[in-house]
């Protein structure tokens, strides 16, 4: 059966200037900084899962790591109504695990026919009656039953379905599930009459919250990005305008709030006619690559948890909501408020971001060789020729090689293709961090330092010196974080780099100028 759905498209993908909203990163928690998938449960606890493994963040703030194997790629995350976890593990084996509320492991399913094929989970939607219904990457859908029976929806078995590629699966509140794959939407209530609707494009990401409000991101074949919703949630009507710009991959709807979220190539927020780009080039959301939302509560108000495949994982706080919500009171609610625009209030980047400088490390101290002493008297009755004795030489200092120069402990290196964008920490060459990257893995016995800075600080005598001065000083920390942050992500020990800034305080050229805006790698130790 083919329908013609009949939402209206009721958001302009329109980039307006940041709110005072404050975001904070976290990558060193992470055992990786690729972000699959995000669940805030029942209790208030943000499960996180990567591409080498599940982490837990308590209530408390304090993080545990999940049960499951080092190094296993999670994909998706999903809580039943008994509050017990489903976790979809992509690699290296392809499974469903079932956790109990606790987060402790009862057993897992691996998904048939998938076991050594480039399959994928990429969600996890879960019905009334506790089937479970997974979105494949290569695989159609699969459903498991609640006695553990698999049952498989694909091009060969299904008239309807358009694609085996499913970009994702959400239930609505009414059971039905809805089937976002690369060439159309579909739909179904128990898997034995699906619904084809004429979305024919690519459906890249769905969401659902349970109360009759569905949204659905499509990218036509033009490559132009619409994001359609039920009008139940937003009073907007109109036009919708397209954006080649902006991408979504993860969708999210806050029924409370009244806001849908978009993330993809950096985070919209649509609220009513309030619409909102947040991304690098305006925030301190530094990622173009976020794959994956979740909303949770904090003491100061809400907080949105946003996943990214290069970035690890960020919190957005912000206040309270500003729609008034009717309470059961004798007297009359007020009326609703009209949404107003949020004064822009620049905020430093430093204080979205904690950055520990760690102390450097303190090399041991080479041992003094003792002399030898050279025997002058040799016994009469010995008739063989006696050689001298040789002595002992200095232990030569160690050296390794690092872009092709020779360099020892203390040595400075200016640190070639780690380029970032302008005015920004957001790195834009990776080269110059994949190389250091081998570097550390080559050569174990290692421990650096990596030092920033930015162009060259006015004269004291300008009107915004320290106005100037602060600001090269947080880019030049900031720059040097991310490329540490890269580096602690791709596995290196985070107690084996030491990070430094000094802003325009030891410029190369003695006046404004790219040369002086680079990051160093010191060598402080080796083993």
């Not at 907080?303 to 009171?329: H, N, R, Y």
């Amino acid at each position: 059966m083919k329908k013609y759905l009949h939402w209206l498209p009721l958001f302009t993908l329109v980039h307006l200037p940041l709110t005072a909203q404050t975001f904070v990163q976290f990558t060193t928690q992470l055992p990786s900084v690729k972000v699959n998938a995000l669940l805030n449960d029942t209790q208030g606890r943000l499960w996180v899962g990567t591409d080498a493994g599940l982490m837990i963040r308590l209530a408390s703030g304090e993080w545990q790591k999940g049960v499951q194997e080092s190094g296993q790629a999670i994909s998706a995350i999903q809580q039943d109504e008994q509050g017990h976890i489903w976790v979809g593990v992509s690699k290296p084996d392809v499974r469903l695990v079932h956790l109990d509320e606790q987060g402790n492991y009862i057993t897992h399913f691996d998904v048939p026919n998938f076991q050594n094929k480039n399959q994928y989970i990429n969600s996890i939607a879960i019905d009334r009656v506790g089937r479970k219904w997974l979105a494949t990457e290569n695989g159609g859908v699969w459903m498991i039953d609640t006695n553990g029976k698999w049952f498989c929806y694909d091009t060969s078995t299904e008239e309807y379905m358009p694609s085996n590629k499913i970009r994702a699966i959400v239930v609505d509140e009414d059971d039905i599930k809805w089937v976002g794959t690369d060439k159309g939407l579909i739909s179904t209530i128990d898997g034995k009459q699906w619904t084809l609707y004429d979305v024919m494009d690519d459906v890249n990401a769905l969401a659902a919250d349970g109360k009759g409000n569905v949204c659905v991101s499509v990218v036509e074949r033009n490559k132009k990005q619409k994001l359609y919703c039920n009008n139940e949630v937003f009073k907007i009507m109109g036009k919708q305008q397209q954006d080649n710009f902006f991408r979504i991959r993860s969708l999210l709807i806050d029924p409370e709030d009244k806001i849908v979220w978009a993330a993809g190539t950096g985070l919209a927020r649509y609220v009513n006619t309030e619409k909102m780009l947040f991304d690098w080039d305006n925030s301190q959301f530094s990622s173009n690559a976020a794959t994956c939302m979740a909303l949770g509560e904090a003491e100061n108000g809400r907080v949105l948890w946003i996943g990214t495949a290069d970035q690890g994982l960020f919190q957005l706080s912000f206040p309270p909501p500003v729609v008034a919500v009717a309470k059961p009171e004798p007297q009359p609610a007020a009326p609703e408020p009209e949404l107003k625009k949020v004064q822009i209030a620049p905020v430093a980047s430093a204080k979205l971001r904690e950055v520990t400088v760690r102390q450097p490390v303190k090399a041991p101290d080479m041992k003094k060789v003792e002399e030898v002493k050279l025997i002058t008297e040799l016994p009469k009755e010995e008739p063989e020729e006696v050689q001298p004795v040789k002595v002992a030489e200095p232990t030569a200092e160690k050296t390794v090689v690092l872009q092709n120069q020779t360099v020892k402990k203390g040595d400075l290196v200016k640190l070639q293709n780690i380029n970032f964008a302008k005015g920004s920490f957001k790195l834009t060459d990776y080269r110059g961090a994949d190389l250091i990257l081998n570097f550390l893995r080559e050569n174990p016995n290692v421990n650096i330092a990596l030092i920033g800075h930015s162009d060259k600080n006015p004269e004291p005598s300008h009107p915004d010196y320290e106005k100037i001065k602060k600001a090269h000083y947080e880019l030049s920390l900031n720059r040097v974080q991310v490329v540490a942050d890269y580096l602690i992500g791709m596995g290196i020990a985070p107690e084996r780099i030491t990070i430094e800034a000094y802003g325009g305080e030891k410029p190369l050229v003695n006046k404004s100028s790219p040369d002086n805006m680079r990051v160093e790698l010191k060598i402080l130790t080796i083993k």
